[in-house]
């Protein structure tokens, strides 16, 4: 709620007597779409740029935060993204070349509890889907995908990610499956880390259909659990998956179908995406984040990067 309150704060007026409260720094970092109007060099990390692209699908809260972006933009501050497919998409939506992007690390997934942490999860193998259920996470088509598949493979869907802006639509594809498949699908909800662990290492296939990424760690999650990894091929999702995906249109229901298929019955596939995965996995290290991040701010405050 405070950061809420910030952020219209700084929406209304673009002051900087918060200057006062930074003391003497050279860089002030917004680290999650917004930064504090400022006359020091001023960064801003930008993720996935869904609402900056979709704004009629943007609520309240993250259409003042946009807004609050475009105009620090203009004003001057600098993006950081996580990927390149970000960096691209900041350059045409917020018209400025001032765009450094940096991958970030790797997820920690932990170890699998020896036993499931909650009650009456699938005994059949099953694919898993992580992620809030919000419109761009494309979980409709992923329930309709899983219905195709479920009619003739004995196969589960587990879908864990706390509630979001698609929830309604989410359900309704929930109440349209088929009898047998909606026995196979299970909503969990946001789940703590040891489910989420216990569910990457044992489910069978992840499924990751989003129509757009700034980064997207349940990919580097599958990589790290060597489960094979059926993704869209949108946003920067190709580029941090690598080779260790199968890539789909997110808006073909029966390309998204037919891959799971494949990941599911195909032994050589499966191989395949285990093991490009892995070797994919290790291009990504907080350290390299922490030194490309560590350059960027020296070059903004030495003003080797000048508006």
């Not at 006062?20 to 993720?47: E, K």
């Not at 045409?92 to 997820?107: K, S």
């Not at 589960?156 to 989410?170: E, P, Q």
Request: charged residues 25%; neutral net charge.
């Amino acid at each position: 709620m405070k950061d809420e309150i910030d952020q219209r704060m700084w929406e209304r007026r673009d002051s900087k007597r918060l200057d006062r409260w930074f003391g003497d720094v050279d860089v002030v970092h917004g680290t999650n779409y917004v930064v504090a109007p400022t006359s020091r060099r001023a960064l801003v990390s930008v993720y996935d740029c869904w609402f900056l692209a979709n704004p009629q699908l943007a609520d309240g809260a993250v259409a003042r935060a946009g807004a609050v972006l475009a105009r620090r933009v203009a004003g001057g501050a600098h993006v950081h993204t996580s990927s390149h497919a970000s960096a691209t998409a900041v350059r045409a939506l917020l018209d400025t070349d001032r765009v450094t992007a940096i991958h970030l690390g790797p997820p920690d997934i932990g170890e699998a509890p020896p036993q499931p942490p909650v009650s009456g999860l699938p005994r059949q193998p099953f694919v898993l889907a992580l992620g809030t259920r919000e419109r761009r996470k494309n979980l409709p088509r992923l329930l309709r995908a899983f219905a195709l598949l479920a009619e003739h493979h004995d196969v589960a869907l587990v879908i864990a990610g706390a509630a979001g802006d698609d929830d309604a639509a989410v359900m309704t594809a929930f109440d349209r499956l088929p009898a047998r498949a909606r026995r196979r699908c299970w909503l969990l909800g946001a789940v703590d880390a040891a489910t989420r662990s216990w569910l990457l290492h044992h489910a069978h296939v992840i499924a990751y259909p989003s129509l757009d990424e700034g980064f997207g760690f349940p990919v580097l999650e599958a990589q790290l659990a060597g489960v094979p990894l059926v993704a869209a091929n949108a946003g920067s999702i190709p580029e941090v998956a690598g080779d260790g995906a199968a890539l789909v249109d997110p808006l073909a229901v029966d390309e998204l179908s037919a891959t799971l298929v494949r990941a599911v019955t195909d032994d050589d596939l499966r191989d395949r995406l285990v093991r490009d995965g892995t070797t994919n996995v290790q291009r990504f290290s907080w350290e390299r984040t922490a030194q490309e991040m560590t350059a960027l701010y020296r070059a903004l405050a030495s003003g080797a990067m000048a508006p």
